[in-house]
């Protein structure tokens, strides 16, 4: 009876908390957009803080030269320097901590771990749960990038997302990847975007035409890597 009661507490816990942090950022959005007192206020403290962060920049010793003999240094910005704090946490996260290693083994193969005795649900819910997480830390980096933000503000960029991350040597299948190799292939996608914006005579298209053609190129040869391990075995 003790072990229900507990069962049943845990299971309560979630939905309360869930309904009470809804609640709070119900009260919070509604100040912040003005459906409730002191929302002027709030706005203005709000604005001037994300101005803040977006326009701060890390400037670094070295840089350029402008004709009139200024020196310009080179600068980094804060979404730079976090979105590289969060890459090395995640790698170390799934190289050296326990919860890496069973995502390794279930996108691996599922009835695998289960046969070893791990949690797959759980670790597939924790993985969602991070996955939120890291989803609206992308989408708060990519306002400050812009200093602006609506919904449909990264519409589209799904594919980027799958192709870059493709690239740098995520299979599809699952249980082989590494963030290191995700952030290549973000650069490799940048690069050729920057290529094609700085020729000039090219359709924005192109980039999409690309990335879609590396993207099928890189999923052929992982098709052919597996096929290969599979007659080897």
Same mark, same amino acid.
């Given at each position: 009876m003790g072990n229900f009661k507990k069962l049943a507490q845990k299971r309560l816990f979630l939905p309360v908390f869930s309904m009470i942090l809804v609640m709070l950022i119900n009260v919070v959005y509604d100040i912040a957009t003005g459906s409730a007192p002191l929302s002027f206020f709030m706005i203005s403290i709000?604005?001037?803080?994300?101005?803040?962060?977006?326009?701060?920049?890390?400037?670094?010793? /070295?840089?350029?030269?402008?004709?009139?003999?200024?020196?310009?240094?080179?600068?980094i910005p804060p979404t730079v320097v976090i979105a590289l704090i969060v890459v090395?946490?995640?790698?170390?996260?799934?190289?050296?901590?326990?919860?890496?290693?069973?995502?390794?083994? +279930?996108?691996?193969?599922?009835?695998?771990?289960?046969?070893?005795?791990?949690?797959?649900?759980?670790?597939?819910?924790?993985?969602?749960?991070?996955?939120?997480?890291?989803?609206?830390?992308?989408?708060?980096? /990519?306002?400050?990038?812009?200093?602006?933000? /609506?919904?449909?503000?990264?519409?589209?960029?799904?594919?980027?997302?799958?192709?870059?991350?493709? +690239?740098?040597?995520?299979?599809l299948s699952g249980g082989v990847g590494t963030p290191i190799g995700t952030l290549f292939g973000v650069l490799i996608k940048g690069t050729i975007s920057s290529l094609i914006t700085t020729q000039g005579t090219l359709s924005s298209w192109w980039t999409r035409i690309i990335l879609s053609a590396l993207l099928c190129f890189f999923i052929v040869i992982q098709s052919v890597v597996a096929s290969m391990k599979k007659k080897a075995k």
């Amino acid at each position: 009876m003790g072990n229900f009661k507990k069962l049943a507490q845990k299971r309560l816990f979630l939905p309360v908390f869930s309904m009470i942090l809804v609640m709070l950022i119900n009260v919070v959005y509604d100040i912040a957009t003005g459906s409730a007192p002191l929302s002027f206020f709030m706005i203005s403290i709000k604005n001037e803080l994300f101005l803040k962060w977006a326009n701060y920049r890390f400037y670094m010793p /070295f840089g350029s030269t402008s004709k009139k003999g200024k020196f310009i240094p080179a600068y980094i910005p804060p979404t730079v320097v976090i979105a590289l704090i969060v890459v090395i946490l995640i790698a170390v996260l799934l190289k050296y901590r326990k919860f890496g290693r069973k995502l390794y083994a +279930i996108g691996g193969s599922r009835q695998s771990a289960l046969m070893m005795g791990l949690n797959v649900k759980k670790t597939i819910f924790n993985a969602y749960v991070l996955d939120g997480f890291l989803a609206g830390l992308g989408g708060f980096l /990519f306002c400050l990038n812009s200093c602006a933000g /609506f919904v449909e503000q990264a519409k589209g960029l799904e594919m980027d997302a799958i192709s870059s991350a493709v +690239i740098g040597g995520t299979l599809l299948s699952g249980g082989v990847g590494t963030p290191i190799g995700t952030l290549f292939g973000v650069l490799i996608k940048g690069t050729i975007s920057s290529l094609i914006t700085t020729q000039g005579t090219l359709s924005s298209w192109w980039t999409r035409i690309i990335l879609s053609a590396l993207l099928c190129f890189f999923i052929v040869i992982q098709s052919v890597v597996a096929s290969m391990k599979k007659k080897a075995k």
